[in-house]
Nanobody
Framework: QVQLVESGGGLVQAGGSLTLSCAAS????????LGWFRQAPGKEREFVAA????????VYADSVKGRFTISRDNAKNTVYLQMNSLKPEDTAVYYCAVTGQSLLYGSTWHPRVTRGSFYDYWGQGTQVTVSS
């Protein structure tokens, strides 16, 4: 069993920054992939970014590439999402999730990394609101 707890959400003006944290506990994570997803009101959940627990390889959705940075601190069992140049369209509930599946083959990510159905455990979410 894995427990995930997000924090760091809030209200920020467009152009501002926020850093989300996802603290993980429970089973060990040496082969895991941790992802961030978001869901805006009336919209489907969408993939934001993912990182391998070992090695720190990353992948991003095109909509956030260059603005968001995912990172992890293995000693603290925590994954971060640094969000810069925020836009109103980034407003959503942000969720972290973890999967034990191997989704990185060499330097190539499997398309499943973007699909929430392939993640085993989810946090409760944290609200991010970007005002214009």
């Amino acid at each position: 069993q894995v427990q995930l707890v997000e924090s760091g959400g809030g209200l920020v003006q467009a152009g501002g920054s926020l850093t989300l944290s996802c603290a993980a506990s429970g089973r060990t994570f040496s082969s895991y992939v941790l992802g961030w997803f978001r869901q805006a009101p009336g919209k489907e959940r969408e993939f934001v970014a993912a990182i391998t627990w070992t090695g720190g390889s990353t992948v991003y959705a095109d909509s956030v590439k260059g603005r968001f940075t995912i990172s992890r601190d293995n000693a603290k069992n925590t994954v971060y999402l640094q969000m810069n140049s925020l836009k109103p369209e980034d407003t959503a509930v942000y969720y972290c999730a973890v999967t034990g599946q191997s989704l990185l083959y060499g330097s190539t990510w499997h398309p499943r990394v973007t699909r929430g159905s392939f993640y085993d455990y989810w946090g409760q979410g944290t609200q991010v609101t970007v005002s214009s």
